[in-house]
């Protein structure tokens, strides 16, 4: 693979696939406490979208990739998962001050079979975001910084 | 809000190691403030964990539960619980008293051996991580949550170890992380035999379980787990990794790596004591040979070493392994006195193990820091440069091998007495080892301090720095000669915390 990356097929199915991709990613997040899945599944599913750009791409546009902002984004992430956990410390640490509170996330779970109601699971849902930005953001950047000191054939 | 502490003391350093990545970005110096205040913080709440434990006695801190005592609601522990008792307490208070001490030494350290910058930042959060994972370990009530603050510890540490980035650093990096992930799997796979029998985690309720019915499968499950933690803690048969680790890391976090063996040694005992005591004369005796054999491999390879650091780590493996005679005998002599007063010589060696060893790795980075040299045979003659450093390295000398009037000769005779009603081999073996342990030392003592004047460049050693080595010495001076401070007010709490499995049952069940 030369500067050049992939052939212009390729490029604009990136192109086109980038939202498909983010909002399934997103999808799986928001999900994680109803459905399989959760922040970890969710954020790797976005971060392969960053894979998939570098390897379609090539290198003279992936390098340009900052990796600042992802570096600030993922410890924002792991700050509002501590930081939740935080402020349920009323009661105890970690508790889920938000369930069946009737606020954000705050529905009562109704009684017996049902599809699954998104806004219910108090703080973990939110827990369920920071994770996935986390992970998002974190595996970003791994990608990023390999592909920086590996496109070169040199071993730095 | 106190009654969070056990949470708190835990989270606290996380909450910083975070934050310090973006407030570094602010300017070096708020981001030093931050997280000296942040360490403060912590030892603040270290603290009053221990002067809590004295009151309350043992008790448990349930996450996420509405009531914070209320361990098992519907009979069985359902979420993470964190246990403190006397020796908890003090394992913390330990992993976080050191970080502290550290954290002031290391920074004219790391701004002379990494220039600052980003790098100081990566420092900052590697370092609070590290000690987050360390006293998850030290309060954890659960399996799982242990596996996962083990993993922390490791994977921080082993980053640490690659702090420098040169090709040697990276080689022992390389090294520890394939070392851990295989003993993370070990301890994984013991895990999940107990989990797949009981459908439990938490270590007072599968102690309780086993109470009636031991299987066969639990058996296995220990022989895993105990091999994980040995590997972890580096006694003799998977020592291997821990000499490249100790000569790589920088000397303010080799001190911390000193402290995370002691955390593993806990981790081992909680586990002995409280979980498998049934099998404790076996374990005892399997950990009362490995343990004596770690001092005579540990002291014998020390000899011939030509780099101070490694030297010292080799010191460490043997030191180690008198922690574990002496718990490995309280094992095994678990309902007589002897077994006792064993057991308390070695939980006072753990803190003993913390000041000395501690001490010679900061002396050893002073003598990095002034030279650029940790070659035995490139130095000489420091004495005439730097007479405090000299008088710093005789007091940790004799306390690490045991001379009168310093602490380590009171842990390690309340030892050779006791562990003497055991077996009287094992009491010359201690005694044998800490004379070759003293020659050592003498040796290098005398081609790094000794001779004619040091010629090359000697930096000035900063207050910081030799303020920290003074209290590791002055502490060291102070529980030689009043060893009841320690004895009386945390070692004994500590002994009878690990004694009572009962008690530690009560809590949750």
Request: overall charge neutral.
């Given at each position: 693979?030369?500067?050049?990356?992939?052939?212009?097929?390729?490029?604009?199915?990136?192109?086109?696939?980038?939202?498909?991709?983010?909002?399934?990613?997103?999808?799986?997040?928001?999900?994680?406490?109803?459905?399989?899945?959760?922040?970890?599944?969710?954020?790797?599913?976005?971060?392969?979208?960053?894979?998939?750009?570098?390897?379609?791409?090539?290198?003279?546009?992936?390098?340009?990739?900052?990796?600042?902002?992802?570096?600030?984004?993922e410890?924002?992430?792991?700050?509002?998962?501590?930081?939740?956990?935080?402020?349920?410390?009323?009661?105890?640490?970690?508790?889920?001050?938000?369930?069946?509170?009737?606020?954000?996330?705050?529905?009562?779970?109704?009684?017996?079979?049902?599809p699954?109601?998104?806004?219910?699971?108090?703080?973990?849902?939110?827990?369920?975001?920071?994770?996935?930005?986390?992970?998002?953001s974190?595996?970003?950047?791994?990608?990023?910084?390999?592909?920086?000191?590996?496109?070169?054939?040199?071993?730095? | 809000?106190?009654?969070?502490?056990?949470a708190l003391?835990?989270?606290?350093?996380?909450?910083?190691?975070?934050?310090s990545?973006?407030?570094?970005?602010?300017?070096?110096?708020i981001?030093?403030?931050?997280?000296?205040?942040?360490?403060?913080?912590?030892?603040?709440?270290?603290?009053?964990?221990?002067?809590?434990?004295?009151?309350?006695?043992t008790?448990?801190?349930?996450?996420?539960?509405?009531?914070?005592s209320l361990?098992?609601?519907?009979?069985?522990?359902?979420?993470?619980?964190?246990?403190?008792?006397g020796?908890?307490?003090?394992?913390?208070?330990?992993?976080?008293?050191?970080?502290?001490?550290?954290?002031?030494?290391?920074?004219?350290?790391?701004?002379?051996?990494?220039?600052?910058?980003?790098?100081?930042?990566?420092?900052?959060?590697?370092?609070?991580?590290?000690?987050?994972?360390?006293?998850?370990m030290?309060?954890?009530?659960?399996?799982?949550?242990?596996?996962?603050?083990?993993?922390?510890?490791?994977?921080?540490?082993?980053?640490?170890?690659?702090?420098?980035?040169?090709?040697?650093?990276?080689?022992?990096?390389?090294?520890?992380?394939i070392?851990?992930?295989?003993?993370?799997?070990?301890?994984?796979?013991?895990?999940?035999?107990?989990?797949?029998?009981?459908?439990?985690?938490n270590?007072?309720?599968?102690?309780?379980?086993?109470?009636?019915?031991?299987?066969?499968?639990?058996?296995?499950?220990?022989?895993l787990?105990?091999?994980?933690?040995?590997?972890?803690?580096?006694?003799?048969?998977?020592?291997?990794?821990?000499?490249?680790?100790?000569q790589?890391?920088?000397?303010?976090?080799?001190?911390?790596?000193?402290?995370?063996?002691?955390?593993?040694?806990?981790?081992?005992?909680?586990?002995?004591?409280?979980?498998?005591?049934?099998?404790s004369?076996?374990?005892?005796?399997?950990?009362?040979?490995?343990?004596?054999?770690?001092?005579?491999?540990?002291?014998?390879?020390?000899?011939?070493?030509?780099?101070?650091?490694?030297?010292?780590?080799?010191?460490?493996?043997?030191?180690?392994?008198?922690?574990?005679?002496?718990?490995?005998?309280?094992?095994?002599?678990?309902?007589?006195?002897?077994g006792?007063?064993?057991?308390?010589?070695?939980?006072?060696?753990i803190?003993?193990?913390?000041?000395?060893?501690?001490?010679?790795?900061?002396?050893?980075?002073?003598?990095?820091?002034?030279?650029?040299?940790?070659?035995?045979?490139?130095l000489?003659?420091?004495?005439?440069?730097?007479?405090?450093?000299?008088?710093?390295?005789?007091?940790?000398m004799?306390?690490?091998s045991?001379?009168?009037?310093?602490?380590?000769?009171?842990?390690?005779?309340?030892?050779?007495e006791?562990?003497?009603?055991?077996?009287?081999?094992?009491?010359?073996?201690?005694?044998?080892?800490?004379i070759?342990?003293?020659?050592?030392?003498?040796k290098?003592?005398?081609?790094?301090f000794?001779?004619s004047?040091?010629?090359?460049?000697?930096?000035?050693?900063?207050l910081?720095?030799?303020?920290?080595?003074?209290?590791?010495?002055?502490?060291i001076?102070?529980?030689?000669?009043?060893?009841?401070?320690?004895?009386?007010?945390?070692?004994?709490p500590?002994?009878?915390?690990?004694?009572?499995?009962?008690?530690?049952?009560?809590?949750?069940?």
């Amino acid at each position: 693979m030369d500067g050049k990356g992939s052939s212009r097929i390729v490029r604009n199915v990136t192109c086109m696939l980038s939202v498909p991709v983010m909002v399934f990613g997103l999808y799986v997040v928001l999900h994680g406490h109803l459905t399989p899945g959760g922040g970890f599944a969710g954020g790797a599913v976005m971060a392969t979208f960053i894979a998939l750009f570098m390897v379609s791409f090539g290198k003279d546009i992936s390098r340009r990739l900052d990796s600042g902002p992802f570096s600030v984004s993922e410890s924002l992430a792991l700050l509002a998962f501590v930081g939740i956990a935080l402020l349920g410390i009323q009661v105890t640490f970690f508790s889920n001050f938000l369930a069946n509170s009737g606020l954000l996330f705050g529905l009562t779970v109704p009684f017996g079979t049902n599809p699954g109601f998104l806004g219910t699971g108090g703080v973990t849902p939110l827990m369920n975001l920071a994770v996935g930005l986390e992970v998002f953001s974190g595996l970003s950047l791994i990608l990023i910084v390999m592909f920086r000191s590996g496109g070169d054939g040199d071993n730095a | 809000m106190m009654e969070h502490a056990p949470a708190l003391v835990i989270a606290f350093p996380l909450f910083a190691a975070f934050a310090s990545h973006l407030i570094g970005r602010l300017g070096s110096r708020i981001r030093d403030i931050w997280v000296f205040a942040s360490l403060l913080l912590t030892w603040l709440f270290a603290v009053f964990l221990n002067l809590e434990v004295m009151q309350r006695g043992t008790y448990a801190y349930t996450l996420g539960a509405d009531i914070s005592s209320l361990a098992s609601p519907a009979g069985f522990p359902v979420r993470i619980v964190l246990v403190i008792d006397g020796m908890s307490a003090l394992i913390a208070f330990m992993a976080v008293s050191v970080t502290l001490a550290s954290f002031i030494y290391s920074r004219r350290f790391m701004e002379r051996v990494s220039g600052g910058g980003e790098s100081a930042d990566r420092y900052c959060s590697l370092v609070l991580l590290f000690l987050a994972g360390m006293l998850g370990m030290g309060l954890t009530g659960d399996f799982f949550t242990l596996f996962v603050f083990l993993e922390m510890t490791s994977i921080s540490s082993a980053s640490l170890v690659a702090f420098f980035r040169k090709g040697s650093s990276f080689e022992a990096a390389f090294k520890y992380m394939i070392i851990s992930a295989i003993n993370a799997l070990f301890l994984l796979f013991g895990i999940g035999m107990i989990y797949s029998q009981y459908g439990l985690l938490n270590m007072a309720a599968i102690a309780n379980e086993m109470v009636l019915n031991f299987s066969f499968l639990d058996k296995v499950a220990l022989s895993l787990i105990v091999s994980a933690i040995l590997l972890k803690l580096g006694s003799v048969p998977v020592h291997m990794w821990k000499v490249d680790v100790y000569q790589k890391v920088p000397s303010s976090v080799a001190v911390m790596c000193i402290t995370s063996s002691l955390v593993g040694i806990y981790v081992l005992s909680r586990i002995l004591f409280s979980v498998f005591f049934s099998m404790s004369a076996l374990t005892g005796w399997m950990i009362v040979c490995l343990g004596s054999l770690s001092i005579i491999v540990g002291v014998s390879m020390a000899l011939p070493q030509k780099d101070l650091k490694r030297m010292i780590a080799y010191a460490s493996i043997a030191e180690i392994g008198y922690v574990m005679l002496g718990i490995g005998t309280g094992l095994a002599g678990m309902s007589s006195t002897f077994g006792t007063v064993a057991l308390s010589g070695g939980v006072f060696h753990i803190i003993n193990d913390a000041l000395d060893l501690g001490l010679m790795f900061l002396i050893a980075g002073a003598v990095f820091y002034a030279t650029g040299k940790t070659g035995i045979s490139k130095l000489g003659g420091i004495a005439h440069r730097s007479a405090s450093l000299s008088v710093l390295f005789i007091i940790g000398m004799l306390a690490v091998s045991g001379i009168p009037p310093f602490n380590g000769f009171v842990s390690k005779l309340i030892m050779y007495e006791s562990v003497f009603c055991l077996n009287p081999v094992l009491s010359v073996i201690g005694i044998l080892g800490s004379i070759l342990m003293l020659s050592v030392f003498v040796k290098v003592f005398a081609s790094v301090f000794l001779g004619s004047p040091y010629k090359g460049k000697f930096r000035e050693i900063p207050l910081s720095m030799t303020a920290v080595m003074w209290i590791f010495a002055l502490l060291i001076i102070l529980l030689g000669l009043f060893p009841g401070l320690a004895l009386d007010g945390l070692v004994s709490p500590a002994v009878e915390a690990l004694l009572g499995h009962g008690i530690y049952m009560g809590v949750i069940i």
